[in-house]
């Protein structure tokens, strides 16, 4: 019953007096008849209208009420419009234009209303234009020599609006009987004046008409699969009733050519289980799209099917990797045809043989690194210093897709496993694998067949043969739909300050933008410090409502969804609405600290329009605030089980969208080493914790924990969450992490990724010795007021002890290097050594992240002074940073200074910063000038500095003490500036 299907509530109102009547309250709608009659609705209420689409102007109409007493009043264009007729049911009346018309029913002519329903019908009458369907042209065959002609203008006696545009000009239908099944398209000789183009199979009406285009402009449009024999109608419309013309013909398939079979079959071995696969076209080639059957088996009569493997392209070539070593196979082909579904005769056979069986496969003991498959053909480095004897993990590669392996030394002998180490292909590099299942496989890397192990570096690459290569954007668009149930578009977007780009509502440069669209964003950010995005406006078109707006654009100070908003409005360039914010003179430039701006777009479901047209560049600023830690490569390395808190001012100059969180806000990233294995969970407590009972919500962030070696190759995070911190509405609750139990609900927690709709909390992770990882902390809300981050360590874990980051127990009186026929020579010098194993001699691109590139035994105990020295291998283009491991005979480890070196230039000590916790006190130790004047100062998260002291240099390495019983736990920058050099190094203070 109606009762039960909508929630009635009406408002009369009565704007034209007496006995005529304006509801303003619909119920159901109808499109007007071109001939008989057509039900609006079964149950209209008294005191409701219903809309009448597709009135021809000329054409008398007939509106009814089963209830005979009723009052009918029509409208026209909007629901409040001119009266074109008003009076008891039945009432005939005469559209004096073409459109939509509105029917108002009441009780009487006093608009009288009734809950209760009555049957509302309308009735064509007569007039009008004339039915198309009853004057038809024969289009007689394919290509120029058959061209139309069609003149537009006038009113026609339809407005079916078959490609979303409103077409109240005179209509043309053409019939046309398809000579042969295949695809078929229109093209356009001349044309002025939009016209709508339409098809329809098997009879001639009103409806059901599939949109071709709506054309300007000469050229080929459209792509129909029809069916030989089939009489087809097209339907040519005016969309303005301006007198235009088009001259038209119908493109007919070609004539359908079977191949020959496929000539120059060969096979080539590119290891011991695969081969690379060609052929060419036969003769003739085929017409249309011509797909070969490929299949390799041990039989020279080997068919498709019944071969060890085959496939299928619309090349001349494939691989395979699903072969035996040592074996002769046979390759066979045959070619088919979409044109008229024939194939030609198998290919003769061609015979070759894999490579030979080695001791393979080859499994590597130590995973190095991991990097994403690529997605187009340009390689991308896994690593620039693998040992044989390592492998990595090849995340994301795509079922399908064909992967080429290969390492820079090019005798290396390569094995691609499963995670499980499941063998998928061997030989020597490069090794090509068609993959078989979408998801992680790796790459062992070992100087032979015979497993061979080396403490070398080389390169080792990944390329996508098979996929196409990616074109960067010539301009960015707008989304009509979020991203994993959110609100955003697209993934940020960090502007090349260097440049300028246009940006476009979802039609593009073209286009209109779409209906419904709901408040969906997208931001953009600078990618260098200093600077701030700047749109400005070009060309606007954004349906108005009067002084408002139905459609409306907003721009956001800021690089979340809820900034503020500096202009929201709609309408044109030269008549903009503002419904807030200024409108300043379509310029806006970000002044929030992160320097984003916002856009988020609204469209109801009724008209579009041409949208707008806005360039986005970089200006200069002095409010832009840019946080170091915003970025991975800039992460705050943690030690210990250490509390502390956090914010951040901004996304940083780049931006990751990976896993469930799909867009950075106010970022800030933290590193830490896993010293002993077990358990890791966190806890993320926001400092604006909300208040449920006024429903005020908390500061919302969200986290992604990614296991990696170093920022170029985070992969996807292995604990993720992005949920809406709702709990001022359904009572989820202002924490996030990772535990058993979920501190919100308290109920337990199963799953390790969870998107907006989460419910904060994911699974603890077991974490193993050896193990780095990078934490991204988001907030989301745009007053990003801070939170505190607390790690929960079990079953043993323990991270790198804040202790271990204080200077060896060895008394070394010197560490440097020097160059030596272009390699660094790292040398240090002990005066004396206490339960000494062993040194690790670690090596950085960034000065952060470290890896070992060799071990020198250690004296163990001695009182003796003793020199070390140790060569780098790996020649090295610009700067880089070594630093001492030392392990102790019980396996403890302590870590020296850390030194710069470039064989190009000089080599001199960092700067180091600890914290001592005995003494409360923060040590700064850095090697001085006597000529120059240094600066120390300590920063927090804000950014605040809060303390600074000017030192003058003696020419020896310097040591200051900081105080630091009153400052608060936390993480700390400790800035050293001279001149216009300036190192930093973080420290944590418990």
């Known amino acids: 019953m109606k009762i039960i299907l909508k929630i009635f509530f009406l408002i009369l109102m009565v704007s034209e007096g007496y006995g005529q009547c304006t509801n303003s309250s619909s ?33 008398t109409y007939q509106s009814t009420s089963d209830v005979a007493t009723d009052f009918i009043t029509i409208h026209r264009d909007t629901y409040d419009g001119a009266v074109v007729a008003s009076g008891t049911t039945p009432l ?76 109240p000009g005179i209509e043309q239908v053409y019939s046309f009987v398809a000579p042969s099944t295949g695809t078929y398209s229109i093209g356009v000789s001349a044309a002025t004046g939009y016209v709508d183009y339409g098809w329809q199979a098997g009879s001639c009406a009103s409806t059901g008409w599939t949109c071709i285009d709506d054309i300007m402009s000469a050229g080929t449009y459209g792509s129909m699969s029809w069916t030989a024999g089939t009489t087809y109608y097209i339907l040519l419309d005016d969309e303005d009733g301006t007198t235009g013309t088009h001259q038209f013909y119908i493109n007919c398939p070609a004539s359908c050519t079977t191949p020959g079979a496929p000539a120059s079959v060969t096979g080539t071995s590119t290891g011991m289980t695969s081969a690379n696969l060609s052929w060419a076209a036969g003769t003739p080639a085929g017409s249309a799209t011509v797909t070969y059957y490929w299949v390799v088996g041990t039989s020279p009569a080997v068919t498709y099917g019944s ?91 795509v079922a399908g897709q064909t992967y080429q392996f290969s390492s820079s030394v090019p005798t290396d002998w390569l094995t691609i496993t499963t995670t499980a180490n499941a063998l998928l292909t061997t030989g020597t590099t490069p090794v090509s694998w068609v993959a078989t299942f979408s998801g992680t496989v790796r790459c062992h890397i070992h100087t032979s067949s015979a497993c061979g192990t080396e403490s070398a570096c080389r390169e080792n690459y990944v390329t996508c043969t098979s996929c196409a290569v990616v074109i960067p954007p010539s301009y960015y668009i707008h989304s009509t739909t979020g991203i994993q149930s959110t609100y955003l578009g697209d993934c940020m977007v960090n502007l090349d300050c260097g440049t300028t780009m246009n940006y476009y509502d979802n039609g593009g440069p073209i286009g209109n933008y779409s209906n419904s669209i709901n408040n969906i964003y997208r931001s953009f950010c ?47 360039l030269a008549t903009p609405n503002t419904i807030a914010g200024a409108w300043n003179a379509g310029t806006w430039t970000s002044t929030d600290a992160s320097g984003c701006l916002t856009f988020r777009f609204y469209s109801d479901g009724i008209n579009r329009r041409a949208g707008w047209n806005i360039t986005l560049s970089c200006v200069d600023c002095a409010q832009q605030n840019y946080q170091a830690t915003s970025e991975c490569e800039g992460s705050f390395e943690t030690c210990g089980n250490t509390s502390f808190s956090g914010a951040s001012t901004g996304p940083g100059h780049s931006s990751t969208c990976n896993g469930c969180v799909v867009s950075e806000n106010y970022t800030a990233w933290y590193y830490f080493e896993i010293t002993t294995s077990g358990t890791l969970g966190l806890q993320i407590t926001p400092n604006n914790l909300g208040n449920p009972a006024g429903c005020t919500d908390p500061d919302d962030y969200d986290f992604a924990l ?108 010197s560490f440097k290097a020097e160059c030596n026929n272009d390699l660094n020579q790292i040398q240090w010098k002990t005066l004396s050594e206490v339960n000494n194993d062993y040194f690790a001699v670690m090596k950085s691109y960034n000065g952060f992240m470290f890896k070992t590139i060799g071990w020198v035994i250690g004296q163990g105990n001695s009182n003796e002074p003793h020199d070390y020295s140790f060569v780098d291998e790996e020649k090295n283009e610009g700067k880089v940073y070594y630093q001492l491991k030392q392990y102790d005979f019980d396996g403890n480890f302590k870590y020296s200074e850390i030194i710069s070196a470039n064989c190009n230039g000089m080599v001199d000590p960092e700067m180091q910063a600890y914290f001592k916790s005995n003494e409360k006190q923060i040590d700064v130790t850095f090697s001085s000038d006597a000529s120059s004047e240094y600066t120390i100062q300590l920063i927090d998260l804000t ?48």
């Open 27 to 59: 119920y159901g709608s109808a499109t007007a008849p071109v001939a008989g009659s057509v039900t609006i609705t079964t149950c209209q209420y008294a005191g409701e209208y219903a809309p009448i689409y597709s009135v021809v102007s000329g054409t």
């Open 92 to 167: 005939n009346w005469t559209a004096p234009s073409s459109g939509t018309y509105f029917m108002h029913t009441n009780t009487n002519s006093s608009c009288g209303t009734e809950s209760v329903c009555r049957t509302t019908i309308i009735t064509f009458i007569s007039g009008g234009g004339s039915n198309p369907c009853t004057s038809i042209t024969s289009i007689g065959g394919c290509g120029s020599g058959f061209t139309q002609t069609y003149t537009g203008g006038g009113t026609g006696a339809w407005n079916t609006s078959y490609c979303l545009y409103s077409t």
């Open 307 to 397: 071969g060890v493997d085959q496939g299928t392209t619309t090349s001349t070539s494939a691989s395979t990797a699903a072969l035996a070593c040592n074996t002769t196979y046979y390759l066979r082909v045959y070619a088919y045809t979409s044109c008229n579904g024939t194939s030609s005769a198998y290919s003769t056979s061609a015979a070759f043989t894999t490579d030979a069986c080695g001791s393979g496969p080859c499994f590597g003991s130590y995973l190095w690194l991991s990097a994403d498959a690529p997605t187009d053909n340009v390689p991308v480095q896994v690593s620039s210093c693998n040992y044989a004897g390592e492998y990595n993990e090849i995340l994301n590669v």
């Open 526 to 572: 600078p990618n260098v410090s200093g600077k701030c995005v700047r749109a400005t406006m070009n060309a606007m078109n954004i349906e108005p409502a009067g002084a408002g707006c139905y459609d409306f654009l907003a721009i956001g100070n800021g690089p979340t969804q809820n900034v503020t908003s500096i202009w929201e409005g709609c309408n044109t």
């Open 706 to 813: 990614f296991r990696a070696d170093d920022c170029s190759n985070l992969g996807a995070p292995v604990r993720c969450s992005y949920a809406w911190n709702e709990n001022c509405y359904y009572g989820t609750g202002p924490y996030t992490g990772m535990a058993n139990i979920n501190a919100n609900t308290g109920g337990a927690v199963s799953d390790q990724s969870e998107d907006v709709n989460g419910d904060g909390y994911v699974t603890p992770l077991a974490v193993t010795a050896g193990q780095t990882y990078f934490l991204m902390v988001n907030g989301w809300t745009p007053s990003d007021l801070g939170y505190n981050l607390t790690f929960q360590l079990s079953n043993g874990a323990v991270f790198t002890d804040c202790d271990d980051l204080v200077p060896l127990p060895v008394e070394l009186s």
């Open 943 to 990: 950014g605040k500095v809060i303390y600074s002291q000017l030192i003058h240099g003696d020419g020896t390495r310097l040591k200051h003490e900081i105080e630091s019983g009153l400052i608060p736990p936390a993480l700390y920058l400790v800035r050293l500036i001279s001149g216009n050099k300036m190192e930093i190094k973080k420290i944590v203070v418990d």
